[in-house]
């Protein structure tokens, strides 16, 4: 079913905790596929100095306040709660012009972000307010004075301009890690689907489950905002290169060195493989890759392959092939079942992309699909904003200009020959700088020489082959755990990868003190800072652990005896534990050895508390270094340390880091690492508790 007829609604932004409707009528919003008015939309009036300073003195104090489980905890709350209410946001999308599998990426693909980003942040961030980076830098003999990077969040405001392409993705991929790293955050979704963002922000707002102030939301012109950012303060921007110039080059921006990150204009493109010909199972999966990446969206994705290179051989076929496949795509109104592609979001935009089709026109033929005699299974041609893919081809792609500058922001893209991977990556890099690249082929060494020459002008290099033919999420999709950015005239940005884009709304700086000031800062405990003895840290839950918490064990002599059994009991006889001759002429040791594992066995020997006990499993080590050799007659002895806890919000457990320093009796530092386990908030556990874990 289409969207249904409705009266035009007057768009209103969220800002000072309250939603303001502009003062003017504002500008009216049409239906991309009817050319019906949706909204209307305008900013005029806002207080955009208030709107920051909202932000920064309401919602950031109450955020830093929170840990990034906490925060983390709450970004999953909502995503969940958005999910209840999607059918709604599909409704609204069909405005755009996008399909039901198309608003998926927008809508199912943005709540399935912030929850992955949820998700990550607690299982990869301590349960803290503070990140450390790196080790600990020892910068006096005795040890007394240490140094120690951490990140720690600013204390401004993240401001978001987005593009129309994704409404709903495209804000909620930037505030995930904004509010995992405790800074608020401002979005102006781009005007002609402004009215699609508004409505999530209307429920996110109606949830309650953000601070006051986290996030805020400008319906219209950004007005004088950019005037009152600070160095405290961030500015993402998806759109045009020529808009993203003018906004990073803003007076105040400069001046105060605020962040600004960009994600701009692209000219990504996909290799066809020379050993992947017709008849090849890469070859059909290009086939359909390129078709997918044209017609998704109508091609109104900045990822959006507008490139292709193939070898020479092999251009007419694929022209053949691809030009049936577009033919064949069902335009339409986008809520019909039977459309596969829907029209762009505008008649401007439609405009736009005929012009620039003229500009290509200058290097490259069309060999499919006519930009001007629409085809439609439904739907108005006149009304709405419909564009038939159009596939172009340029013979001589090393002396044409256009086909590597001018972006068509639509469903068409040109192929161009090469004759060897050499010349194809070369004309690649003629894009000055994309977001993407791919290149399907299932040879090796093809991979290898075209990637290496990729990588360098392309945020991501996608790999394609008949391996990944059925788990590959595609060229053109952005993914949570990956960066999404790229240099040069893509912006030279980075957004999401992972817990990396947290670090980017957060000040890394080098803390310098004593090791009890630094594991107070960090909430970790660094060797030479206070420790408490007594009890065994083990029959400690974590009402009762405390950071320092220590244990020294007893001494345990290593036999040759020892490592003759452990060698045989585990089948590592490897030369250095059993033959003294060998292990003398190796230059790292005198004579036998014992193995690096039992050194870790004897240790766990040594500091375990075997019954039972709020310690409640061994999960892993981190950072395990054998540092000296250990040889028959040598005495062992550990000391165990609670380096840091994290409670785990929605459990009656957490984890421990524990350091963990085997010696020897020299003193010398034989093994050093850190010990992670899950440990039981109290001890006996509660009632409850203990009824579910039985169960």
Not at 340 to 362: H, N
Not at 652 to 663: A, I, L, S
Request: aromatic content about 6%; overall charge negative.
């Amino acid at each position: 079913m289409n969207a249904p007829a409705r009266l035009p609604r007057r768009l209103e932004s969220y800002v000072s905790g309250r939603w303001v409707p502009g003062s003017r009528d504002g500008a009216p919003l049409r239906d991309a596929a009817t050319g019906a008015v949706v909204a209307t939309i305008d900013s005029t009036g806002l207080d955009f100095a208030a709107a920051l300073a909202h932000g920064r003195e309401v919602a950031g104090p109450r955020l830093r306040a929170m840990s990034f489980h906490d925060r983390a905890g709450m970004l999953k709350a909502l995503g969940l709660k958005l999910l209840e209410m999607k059918e709604d946001f599909y409704t609204e999308s069909l405005h755009t012009g996008a399909t039901r599998a198309d608003a998926w990426i927008d809508i199912e693909g943005g709540i399935g972000t912030m929850l992955t980003f949820a998700s990550a942040a607690r299982r990869e961030l301590p349960n803290t307010r503070v990140l450390t980076d790196g080790p600990v830098e020892v910068l006096s003999k005795d040890g007394s004075f240490v140094g120690q990077h951490i990140y720690s969040p600013l204390q401004g405001v993240a401001v978001h301009i987005n593009a129309f392409n994704f409404p709903v993705w495209g804000m909620l991929e930037k505030i995930a890690p904004s509010l995992i790293a405790g800074v608020p955050c401002i979005v102006k979704p781009a005007s002609q689907t402004a009215y699609l963002t508004e409505l999530v922000v209307r429920r996110i707002i109606a949830t309650g489950l953000l601070p006051e102030g986290a996030l805020q939301l400008i319906c219209g012109s950004v007005g004088d905002l950019l005037d009152h950012v600070t160095g405290q303060d961030a500015v993402t921007f998806t759109g045009s290169a020529w808009t993203g110039r003018k906004l990073r080059s803003h007076k105040a921006i400069v001046e105060n060195s605020t962040r600004f990150t960009m994600e701009a204009d692209s000219l990504n493109a996909s290799l066809l493989g020379p050993d992947a010909g017709p008849g090849t199972p890469e070859f059909d999966l290009f086939l359909r890759e390129v078709t997918r990446e044209m017609t998704t969206k109508a091609g109104q994705k900045c990822t959006a392959i507008r490139r292709v290179f193939a070898p020479r051989a092999h251009v007419q076929a694929l022209i053949a092939a691809l030009g049936d496949r577009l033919g064949k795509t069902a335009l339409g109104l986008p809520g019909e079942e039977a459309t596969r592609m829907g029209p762009l979001a505008s008649l401007d935009q439609r405009d736009e992309v005929r012009e620039r089709i003229r500009d290509l026109s200058q290097d490259a033929e069309i060999v499919a699909g006519n930009p001007d005699d629409i085809r439609l299974t439904s739907g108005d041609a006149e009304a709405g904003a419909f564009l038939n893919p159009v596939l172009m081809y340029c013979d001589k792609p090393f002396t044409a200009r256009a086909v590597h500058d001018v972006e068509a922001f639509g469903p068409v893209a040109t192929i161009m020959p090469y004759d060897d991977v050499e010349e194809a990556v070369a004309l690649a890099a003629r894009g000055k700088g994309s977001l993407v690249s791919s290149v399907f082929t299932d040879d090796p060494k093809v991979a290898e020489a075209a990637v290496l020459c990729l990588a360098p002008h392309h945020g991501r290099v996608l790999i394609g082959n008949r391996a990944t033919a059925k788990s590959s999420t595609g060229h053109g999709s952005p993914l949570a755990p990956l960066v999404h950015g790229g240099p040069g005239r893509a912006g030279g940005g980075e957004e999401m990868g992972g817990m990396r884009g947290v670090k980017h709304y957060m000040q890394r700086s080098a803390i310098q003190g004593s090791p009890r000031m630094l594991s107070a800062v960090t909430g970790r405990w660094i060797d030479g800072a206070e420790t408490q003895s007594g009890l065994h840290p083990f029959r400690k839950s974590l009402a009762e652990l405390r950071i320092g918490d220590q244990l020294v064990t007893a001494a345990r002599q290593v036999t040759q005896e020892d490592v003759e059994h452990f060698a045989h009991f585990t089948g590592d006889t490897f030369y250095a534990h059993m033959d003294s001759a060998a292990a003398k002429a190796n230059p790292f040791f005198d004579d036998r050895v014992a193995h690096g594992y039992l050194v870790a066995s004897f240790a766990a020997g040594l500091f375990v508390d075997p019954a039972p006990g709020p310690v409640l499993a061994n999960y892993g080590v981190d950072n395990l270094r054998f540092l000296t050799p250990v040889y028959f007659g040598d005495t062992l002895q550990v000391r165990l340390t609670c380096k840091e806890i994290n409670p785990r919000a929605n459990a009656e457990h957490g984890e421990v880091r524990w350091d963990c320093q085997v010696t020897k009796q020299t003193g010398a530092v034989v093994a050093q690492y850190d010990v992670l386990t899950m440990v039981a908030k109290t001890w006996p556990p509660a009632p409850a508790a203990s009824a579910k874990a039985a169960e």
